[in-house]
């Protein structure tokens, strides 16, 4: 069989026979290149849409969750429905020391918009109080200097970091900030560090203050708007939520029946579905990539059973003169294989051409649609065996057919 | 050379059966130039399939080579066609698009000789039919006594021990008739056996001996003038 495939003569018979039918091979391998084209390209986009997904959510923690504090909505221990909620810095204490070993950040903020001036430039944004821990669940990216420190909020510091965007309407261009003053709310802040926010983002453009620092100066006492509260691996998260509802319930008064007391997000339970979304997606693009393949392998399957009723006269001939059963349907299959080959290194070509273009023209840029949409090269050669393995069997059958014929039916005069 | 001895051959028709031949006794002895001679209908075809090994008879022995054929697979008949049997066709059978050298070529190639020793013979036996200067020319690039003779150079590539001709002439005007049948006789004059098939007298003349068949049986067996002279020679 080995010397059958390595023989130069076997191929020149299949160069003939391709040779001689140009037009049914062109579109023989159009069907088989388009299957294995759309399979690479739409794995490849769907690729990007992933990268893109996970380059978004890369830096949050994504096993967390944000709980805030709404009216209740059942009267409750001699408290009417209705009552407004405040979380306490207690409450982070209490939680902190409740779920020892399932909780891995807490993270209690504080928020509210204040006009920032730094010379005669000014602007109203959004300031948060803030403790260092925030930097582990969402991770800020910094341009220039540090973010907030434990020495920070020990000292109730006045310092300062600001988002890129603050830094851009605030300052020259290329202007080093770090060590200047700004002036929020009539109080100097000494700027530490510019970070640049990620797509996703629960703060948008802010400047963060140290919590202490917020707690003192906007008068705050003990009092926490919400917080981030990160699991550690492998908690069941939907539980934890609960759990941690549940607590802060009690600690509150609230009923533990009362679902509006309490506000939140679960950021891992929309991940997951998110993520389910892509693999569905994946599994999508499989199964219309596979099954493109296979109907192009029919294709092949289809014309070369034609051929072979085409040919039949000449398979005749080649019988008469001596070639066995055995030599003819290695002919027929090889030449179907040879055919899908070639088709689908063609397609293969094709695709990776199409994703690059696809990449140049919408996978850079400050918010790609697809980020780097590539094929993994084992997925192409799984693809790329299918196919051989596809071309294979398709061409038994009209192999089948071909060595069914008796020479002496095909040399039958007209 | 052949020894048929009680041939029979039917084919089914439905639920009847066609008995084609009914009883053939026929020796050809190696180096004889035969033909078979009968109207359509009259077997010679049929007879001609089972020697060439093309089709099986139902009952009686058939020897080719002093070797008894029998129960022969596929794979067993496609290697003895190759080594024992050359075949002329009268539509040529020439494969289109392979040139004359590639179509003399072909046999070769089943029997498994390497690709410039297969050019080189084929290119040998083109120019002993006269056909050197048309060797990469396509079959429909060649007149029809040219097709014949590019048959009949494939036929005899492999060095058979017979060559078996159907009709070789039906296809062809009378002077290209004559020089193929020339051919044939150079052919049987180097030795080879040669067993045609065909309805024309003036072909049949020229050969050493005439099988007349009818209705499956033969009907006459008798030498022509040039067999007799041949024979003569012989004793």
Redesign the interface.
């Known amino acids: 069989m080995f010397k059958f495939i390595f023989d130069?003569?076997t191929w020149?018979?299949i160069y003939?026979?391709i040779?001689?039918n140009k037009t049914r091979t062109i579109i023989t391998i159009i069907g088989v290149l388009w299957g294995i084209f759309l399979l690479v390209v739409l794995l490849g986009a769907a690729r990007g849409m992933e990268n893109n997904f996970k380059k978004a959510f890369g830096d949050f923690a994504t096993n967390s969750l944000v709980v805030w504090t709404n009216r209740t909505d059942k009267p409750f221990k001699g408290f009417q429905k209705g009552r407004r909620i405040q979380l306490k810095t207690r409450d982070v204490e209490v939680l902190k020391e409740e779920f020892k070993g399932r909780l891995k950040y807490i993270v209690p903020r504080c928020q509210t918009s204040s006009l920032i001036i730094n010379g005669f430039k000014s602007g109203d944004f959004q300031v948060s109080g803030d403790y260092p821990v925030l930097d582990k669940v969402q991770k800020k990216n910094l341009i220039y200097g540090r973010f907030l420190n434990k020495n920070d909020i020990n000292n109730k510091a006045k310092v300062v970091v600001i988002e890129e965007e603050i830094y851009k309407q605030l300052f020259e261009k290329n202007e080093y900030p770090i060590n200047q003053y700004l002036i929020i709310n009539n109080v100097n802040y000494k700027l530490v560090g510019v970070y640049k926010s990620g797509a996703i983002d629960f703060d948008g453009d802010t400047a963060y203050i140290p919590f202490t620092t917020f707690q003192q100066v906007y008068n705050r006492g003990n009092s926490i708007d919400w917080m981030m509260i990160t699991a550690d691996e492998g908690v069941d998260i939907e539980q934890f939520e609960l759990d941690i509802q549940l607590t802060l319930k009690n600690l509150h008064k609230v009923d533990p029946e009362d679902n509006k007391a309490f506000g939140g997000i679960n950021l891992a339970v929309q991940i997951g579905k998110f993520t389910g979304f892509l693999t569905g997606m994946q599994f999508l693009t499989w199964f219309v990539g596979i099954a493109t393949l296979i109907a192009g392998v029919f294709a092949i399957g289809n014309i070369l059973l034609i051929t072979v009723k085409e040919r039949t006269?000449?398979i005749?001939?080649?019988?008469?003169?001596?070639?066995?059963?055995?030599?003819i349907r290695q002919q027929v299959i090889l030449e179907s294989v040879f055919l899908t080959t070639i088709a689908g290194m063609l397609g293969i070509v094709f695709g990776g051409l199409v994703l690059y273009i696809i990449d140049s023209a919408f996978g850079s840029g400050p918010d790609p649609t697809l980020l780097n949409p590539t094929v993994n090269i084992p997925i192409v050669l799984i693809a790329f065996t299918i196919l051989i393995v596809l071309g294979t069997s398709i061409g038994l059958i009209p192999a089948y057919m071909a060595?069914m014929i008796?020479?002496?039916e095909a040399?039958r005069?007209e | 050379m052949i020894r048929i001895e009680g041939l029979h051959k039917s084919y089914p028709i439905g639920k009847d059966s066609l008995h084609v031949l009914k009883g053939l006794d026929l020796h050809i002895k190696e180096g004889e130039f035969v033909s078979i001679m009968g109207s359509s209908g009259s077997g010679k075809s049929t007879l001609l399939?089972i020697v060439?090994l093309?089709?099986e008879h139902d009952v009686g022995n058939y020897y080719l080579n002093g070797q008894l054929i029998e129960k022969l697979n596929?794979?067993k008949a496609?290697?003895l066609?190759?080594?024992f049997l050359g075949?002329v066709?009268?539509?040529f059978?020439?494969?289109?698009?392979?040139t004359a050298v590639?179509n003399v070529a072909?046999?070769l190639?089943?029997?498994g000789v390497g690709?410039k020793e297969r050019l080189k013979t084929a290119l040998e036996y083109l120019e002993k039919v006269e056909l050197g200067p048309w060797a990469e020319h396509l079959p429909n690039e060649l007149s029809g006594g040219q097709k014949q003779r590019v048959a009949i150079a494939?036929a005899l590539v492999?060095v058979p021990k017979v060559i078996l001709a159907d009709e070789p002439t039906g296809a062809l005007d009378s002077t290209t008739t004559d020089s193929v049948m020339d051919l044939l006789k150079g052919i049987n004059d180097e030795g080879m056996t040669v067993f045609v098939i065909t309805h024309e007298e003036e072909v049949a003349e020229q050969t050493d001996r005439i099988v007349r068949l009818k209705d499956g049986v033969i009907i006459s067996d008798e030498l022509t003038e040039s067999g007799k002279a041949k024979a003569k020679q012989y004793v």
């Open positions: 130069s003569d020149q018979e003939g026979g040779r001689k006269k000449e005749g001939i080649r019988r008469a003169l001596g070639a066995t059963p055995r030599e060595t008796k020479p002496i040399l005069e | 399939n060439g093309l089709d596929e794979k496609a290697v066609r190759n080594k075949f066709f009268q539509s059978n020439l494969i289109s698009y392979k590639e072909l046999p190639y089943y029997k690709r494939r492999t």
